[in-house]
């Protein structure tokens, strides 16, 4: 089968006259984990919902392999919403089953892949439970299971991560990357930009509505790097802190961080006077934090304003 592509081609929406979304354009191939990030209000829902044709845009369009979205069938879709909520009535498994065979999948299959992901997230014996005898964070796995039960082609998930223990956030991380190896789009939204880092290869940061950065995360950061450097050795390094060249930025005796003064020195100068006086055990470029590194966007862009 051939690669899916989604497409966000110069996307507009306004509520009230109050642009929520503006010029939106992003590429996403199947097999690639793409983050919208962004500030409260930065617009990441809006997009979401656009994505899955729940609001139309003003202006622009979004296509799946070249096909408008409007003529895509429902079920080839998987939506965790912002806004979490469930029948508190429904039994779990009975709900799950209806969402599975809603989404054109028989009642055995939506039984089967149901039990099997109760299971995988620790829930199955809740299987006959109320979705309101739950707790917040379990409801929200059965959310989670009923947006990617019938395994979509697309699966869009707004703050996946919010409301879960950190156990729950590492076996839905397993679960994303065993679902993005099946070469599917797959789009988050997070605040958490440790999440956003660990499994994201593509983001989109907006803010106020507009994209402020886009791009592969690993050029990203390349692009964002600090010129700042690690140092370590089993002995001490202390001889660097005498170095003209160099500005530490923290000290541990044996281990140094440091930037160059200089940022078009070389680098390999520097190494081989470390090098005569003590072994190098780790020598490396830091590359900045993706939280670090949406603090200084979101920072820039605000000064721009003023
Ligand atoms: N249905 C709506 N009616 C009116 N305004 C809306 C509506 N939905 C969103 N907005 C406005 O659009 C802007 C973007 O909201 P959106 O929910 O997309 O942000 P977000 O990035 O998802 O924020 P958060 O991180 O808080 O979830 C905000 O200014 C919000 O007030
Ligand atoms: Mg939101």
Known sequence: MAKNVLSVKGVYKSFFEKPAVENLSFTVQGGETFGLLGPNGAGKTTAMRMIMNIIVPDKGEILLNDEPRKNLKANRFGYLPEERGLYPGAVVLEMLTYFGTLNNLSRRKAEVEAIRYLD????????DSRINQLS????????????FLHDPDILILDEPFTGLDPINQIVLREILQE???????????????????????HI???????????GKLSA??????????IVESDSSLEFITSFSEINILEAGNTSYKFTLKDDKMAVTGLLKKIEAKADIKKFEVVEPSLHDIFIK???????DKE
């Not at 929200?140 to 299971?145: A, D, H, L, P």
């Not at 599917?184 to 958490?192: A, G, P």
């Not at 989109?204 to 886009?214: E, G, H, K, M, P």
């Not at 990203?220 to 450097?229: H, M, T």
């Open 204 to 214: 989109c940061l907006l803010n106020q509505s507009r994209v402020i950065l886009d």
């Open 136 to 147: 917040k964070g379990m409801q929200q796995k059965i959310q989670f299971i009923a947006a």
């Open 120 to 127: 995988r997230l620790g829930m199955v014996e809740y299987t």
């Open 179 to 201: 679902y993005k190896q099946k070469k599917r789009i797959l789009i988050i939204s997070t605040h958490q930009m440790e999440q956003a880092e660990n499994i994201c290869d």
């Open 297 to 303: 966007k979101i920072q820039e862009q605000s000064k």
């Open 220 to 229: 990203i950061k390349k692009k964002n790097r600090e010129n700042a450097y």
